[in-house]
């Protein structure tokens, strides 16, 4: 996740991200050699270059059982979490607009500005993945309501943040580095209040509505989106100005401290939560255990930041929703550095980096203690075996009882990768193995119903027909004919392709 995206004149990130790179980035030297920031520099094309850009990252074994278990959604929990959000919000907000005139106006509109400007921002992340609720729907309504609460292009911010999750913390290539070093103490404060980011945010909305898209967010956002990216835009500046255009007519600030501005009083506590994601951990590394913290927290935090404070978790794998996090972070723990034990020790950490970061950019936190003996990877059933001729009308891929209803085996076929997936005890379904966007084995992916997810950015294919259901995943799944033959699986493996539509691009990273 990721945080909200700071811009700090340069870089965005959020997560909580931190934030999508604002449209100018700056260029600091990192000991004798020069870095950049901007996603369209020196340091993106040396990322690539350098094998850094899309690659493979560590993850620790689970099985697939576990796995299945934990990537279950559910709309009960994500609803009365919800629920119970937007009822401390109302009431926040009626007390502080009685609270008008008094005192006690600074903690109700603090309050009220936290649970807008700054809860808004895991309830943004965890919808956005589309893992906080069962039904996509209701995903789409609360990430876009809250896209608008932080002041987020939602198109722009979902592929900002897919970015994020493929290349996390790689200089050049992801657009939410929340600390581009050397890090400045002032840029850091001001984040707190939004009095950074939060103006460079609104100048580029505003020149999105006018139809002028800054070459980073051309950089991660496919260019057949960028319509959708002005039209969100303008819609997003029309409401902001409706209300501003309501206090000037009132000749109030009432309007705009309830609507607009909370997205900058409120932030600090967006920040409070975010700087311990990534803050003064490594760059440039593909393993999210030196490059991503977890820390333990007090239940009412974890209400207010979604447990996204078991945020390695969450990188190491997206499609476990909020809620099942704490059962992951013990599943997998043995696998990882130990957590900090407190709000505290991550920040002390994280001062204690930043400050030597702040004289010598190139210097690093120690390297963690890591397992000698974790396993790098692997969590599906996987099932290898060569068949005589590939190429036949009918070719016996198994038995059918090889896989059990609602799971997805990973099936090698002389040396080609399928997923076999079973979403009902009479339906088998049988698609090309890697996914259409960023060529992650799919079946290491949760199957619900006929939805298979994958496992990297949450994109989805209908497995029976491989057709998209949930970006960043645009390109048909290949599809092959599959029927139980008495106790055999047989497959024409060279029949019922799906070919992708020539119109649709094929950029991997996206
Ligand atoms: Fe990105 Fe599959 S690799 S959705």
Redesign the pocket.
Known sequence: MNASPTTTGSTTSTSTTTSTSTATSTATSIGSAPRDYALTGAASRRAVQDGLADAQWYRPAVSPERMQVLMARSNGRAAFHTVLWLALLAGSGALAFQSRGHWWAIPAFAAYGALYGGAADPRWHECGHGTAFKSRWANDVVYTVASFMLLREPTMWRWSH?RHH?DTIIVGRDPEISFPRPFKVRVVLANYLHLLNGPAMLRRMVRHAFGSIDDDARDFVPEDELPRVVWEARIFVAVLACVIAWSVLIGSIVPLLFIGLPSFYGVWLLWFFAVTQHGGLREDVLDHRLNTRTVYINPVFRFLYLNMNYHLEHHLFPSVPYHHLPQLHAEIKHHLPPPKTSMFTAYREIVFALRRQHKDPTWELPLPVLPADAPTAVLSSKVTRDVEDPEADAVDIGAADMIETGRIVRLDLNGRTYALCRPTADLYALTDGL??????H?AEGFLDGCTIE??????RFDVRTGEPLRK??RIPLATYEIERVGGRLVARLDGRRVPPPPALRTTPSR
């Open positions: 897919v493929s996914c259409t966007h960023g060529q992650t799919l994958c496992p990297k950015h949450n994109g960043p995943v």
